[in-house]
């Protein structure tokens, strides 16, 4: 067995928890997978998972495994193009996960120049709105929009992002325009829920006054599930929409859609890098990070807090 391969075995299985997982992701079958990690625990003298019929956890000899493993295939990874200078210098796979706007409007109209710059670079984007598992569906690092819950995974803020109310023409011709909050007893929102079935939460604003965020309880006849969806909505005339400035500045500057109070906007949304707790990102990762928060960088407003805070956990 070679003890590089088993290596990186391990830390599949590890991360994600399951022989069955790791043995799908790496294109192996489960017993090859086991049978590697049993290698690597005989080759080491020590026990590194706890294997059970419904789960498997690493023993504390395995935690320092892991860690151990993560520093040194990234070193390893980073080793191999040391000593390149050229743009092919970086290779390999990247695997990152944002949402559809910002891929749309942001990161794939600039993406040639990355690649031109990385040619040796291979990169798979997902594009949705279910908040992806990093570790455990294999993203090298993710680009989130919205308030980060505490988890083990780290994350680099990058600004905050401002939010607009929108109506289609149709719909402000028949109902009016809304101008003060009184007035939104008389309209209707689209809802967006990631989860159907969910409350809706209602219509979304800061105090002006006091900097209080609320929520104003709202009607409306239909409730979608991701941003495509919400956006169509809107333009069909079936409600007001709240949503990031980003993905819908072409259809604002269009006529297609049109801003209303813009005094009673939502609170702006974090964004943020996130990645696997690892000491040492693979050179790649790192690249790719760097040139993303230079992108959005432009879109974006400087948190409140020290813009040059370091890394933070967060999920």
């Given at each position: 067995?070679?003890?590089?391969?088993?290596?990186?075995?391990?830390?599949?299985?590890?991360?994600?928890?399951?022989?069955?997982?790791?043995?799908?992701?790496?294109?192996?079958?489960?017993?090859?997978?086991?049978?590697?990690?049993?290698?690597?625990?005989?080759?080491?003298?020590?026990?590194?998972?706890?294997?059970?019929?419904?789960?498997?956890?690493?023993?504390?000899?395995?935690?320092?495994?892991?860690?151990?493993?993560?520093?040194?295939?990234?070193?390893?990874?980073?080793?191999?193009?040391?000593?390149?200078?050229?743009?092919?210098?970086?290779?390999?796979?990247?695997?990152?996960?944002?949402?559809?706007?910002?891929?749309?409007?942001i990161v794939l109209p600039r993406l040639p120049e990355f690649l031109d710059a990385h040619p040796g670079l291979h990169?798979?984007?997902?594009?949705?709105?279910?908040?992806?598992?990093?570790?455990?569906?294999?993203?090298?690092?993710?680009?989130?929009?919205?308030?980060?819950?505490?988890?083990?995974?780290?994350?680099?803020?990058?600004?905050?992002?401002?939010?607009?109310?929108?109506?289609?023409?149709?719909?402000?011709?028949?109902?009016?325009?809304?101008?003060?909050?009184?007035?939104?007893?008389?309209?209707?929102?689209?809802?967006?829920?990631?989860?159907?079935?969910?409350?809706?939460?209602?219509?979304?604003?800061?105090?002006?006054?006091?900097?209080?965020?609320?929520?104003?309880?709202?009607?409306?006849?239909?409730?979608?599930?991701?941003?495509?969806?919400?956006?169509?909505?809107?333009?069909?005339?079936?409600?007001?929409?709240?949503?990031?400035?980003?993905?819908?500045?072409?259809?604002?500057?269009?006529?297609?859609?049109?801003?209303?109070?813009?005094?009673?906007?939502?609170?702006?949304?974090?964004?943020?890098?996130?990645?696997?707790?690892?000491?040492?990102?693979?050179?790649?990762?790192?690249?790719?990070?760097?040139?993303?928060?230079?992108?959005?960088?432009?879109?974006?407003?400087?948190?409140?807090?020290?813009?040059?805070?370091?890394?933070?956990?967060?999920?």
């Amino acid at each position: 067995m070679n003890q590089l391969e088993a290596m990186q075995i391990y830390v599949q299985v590890a991360e994600l928890a399951s022989f069955t997982q790791a043995a799908t992701r790496l294109g192996l079958p489960r017993a090859s997978v086991s049978g590697a990690v049993q290698w690597l625990e005989a080759h080491f003298g020590t026990r590194l998972l706890h294997r059970t019929t419904r789960r498997v956890r690493m023993t504390q000899d395995g935690q320092v495994c892991l860690e151990r493993c993560q520093d040194l295939l990234a070193d390893l990874d980073d080793l191999q193009t040391l000593f390149h200078t050229g743009p092919a210098a970086l290779s390999g796979r990247l695997r990152v996960d944002m949402s559809l706007g910002i891929a749309r409007h942001i990161v794939l109209p600039r993406l040639p120049e990355f690649l031109d710059a990385h040619p040796g670079l291979h990169l798979e984007i997902s594009s949705t709105d279910r908040r992806v598992d990093p570790v455990r569906e294999g993203f090298d690092c993710v680009l989130r929009v919205g308030v980060l819950a505490d988890s083990s995974l780290i994350a680099r803020p990058l600004g905050l992002h401002r939010q607009i109310n929108l109506a289609s023409p149709a719909y402000l011709a028949r109902h009016g325009t809304p101008r003060t909050l009184d007035d939104l007893a008389r309209h209707r929102l689209v809802h967006y829920l990631p989860t159907l079935g969910a409350r809706p939460v209602g219509f979304e604003h800061v105090e002006i006054d006091t900097g209080e965020q609320r929520c104003l309880p709202m009607p409306g006849p239909v409730t979608v599930n991701n941003s495509e969806a919400y956006i169509s909505a809107c333009l069909a005339g079936l409600g007001l929409i709240q949503v990031p400035a980003l993905g819908v500045q072409a259809l604002v500057d269009a006529g297609q859609l049109v801003e209303v109070l813009p005094r009673h906007q939502a609170a702006p949304l974090p964004v943020s890098l996130l990645h696997a707790h690892r000491r040492h990102l693979p050179r790649r990762v790192q690249v790719f990070m760097a040139w993303v928060a230079q992108v959005m960088a432009p879109h974006l407003t400087p948190h409140k807090a020290s813009p040059d805070a370091d890394d933070r956990r967060a999920g």
